[in-house]
């Protein structure tokens, strides 16, 4: 099978003793494209580093994701003039992760995230680019953002709503793309709303290190382990894994231009 796993940070610290070899898994695994996600300035340096070492593998994006907002603080008008002019620099294919996390006390008020959201939706319009959405624990918020930027399109990466979620985010145009979650017990919810999603609009990823699929939950992720969710997903929509993925790797190479 070939398959392209949409969502991994390739440059987290515990991938620090053997990406090389991490890396050489990925093509051996039949991921014939794996993206790598930048999560604020420092770490899209970081990405264009590793992916300039492995350009036939590997793709990159980057965005100022709600953490790394929150650590820039005052910084972040800056840092988004930098975004501006790192994206193209970098041959990004998504703008992202960016998006709304209501989980942790600690990050920003809800307007706050939101008006950084809108501000990065509008760059992505004016560079043509897809964006990757991170959204925790505010998906009614979230739609509404989205449905204010109709000019703009991209995934809903490591998706955690049930289907009634999953409808909204497909009727403004969007893409949902699964990882290790949707093979757990407690994930009925995802599990349904990967049922609903129509074959052109599913993608697959692994947002390693974390978020390994069963069988190995509670190891390190990395994006070999992909084959296990999509086998998962192929079950849960009773299709043959070659056609789940068929589907989602015609679906990543439509959204992210990636030349397969």
């Not at 739609?143 to 703009?152: D, N």
């Amino acid at each position: 099978m070939n398959l392209v796993d949409t969502h991994c940070h390739l440059t987290a610290d515990r991938f620090d003793t053997d990406r090389d070899d991490m890396i050489a898994r990925i093509g051996a695994a039949g991921i014939v494209r794996a993206i790598t996600i930048g999560t604020g300035i420092a770490d899209a340096r970081a990405c264009a580093t590793v992916v300039a070492q492995h350009p036939n593998l590997l793709r990159m994006a980057a965005g100022l994701d709600p953490f790394s907002a929150y650590h820039a603080g005052e910084a972040f008008d800056a840092e988004l003039a930098e975004l501006d002019v790192l994206l193209p620099a970098t041959g990004c294919v998504a703008l992202g992760e960016v998006g709304l996390d209501y989980h942790y006390d600690y990050l920003p008020a809800a307007a706050v995230q939101q008006a950084q959201l809108h501000a990065q939706l509008a760059m992505a319009q004016r560079h043509g680019l897809p964006v990757v959405i991170h959204a925790r624990e505010c998906h009614a918020d979230m739609q509404r953002v989205l449905a204010e930027h109709p000019g703009v399109g991209g995934v809903i990466h490591s998706f955690t709503g049930g289907p009634a979620d999953a409808e909204a985010y497909l009727a403004l145009g969007w893409y949902l793309a699964f990882n290790g979650i949707v093979t757990y017990k407690n994930a009925a919810d995802v599990q349904e709303a990967a049922k609903v999603v129509p074959n052109d609009r599913l993608l697959l990823e692994t947002d390693s290190p974390y978020l390994a699929p069963t069988p190995k939950r509670g190891k390190r992720c990395e994006p070999a382990l992909m084959t296990h969710t999509c086998a998962f997903v192929a079950d849960l929509r009773g299709e043959a894994p070659e056609h789940v993925a068929a589907w989602t790797t015609r679906n990543a190479n439509s959204l992210f231009s990636l030349g397969l």
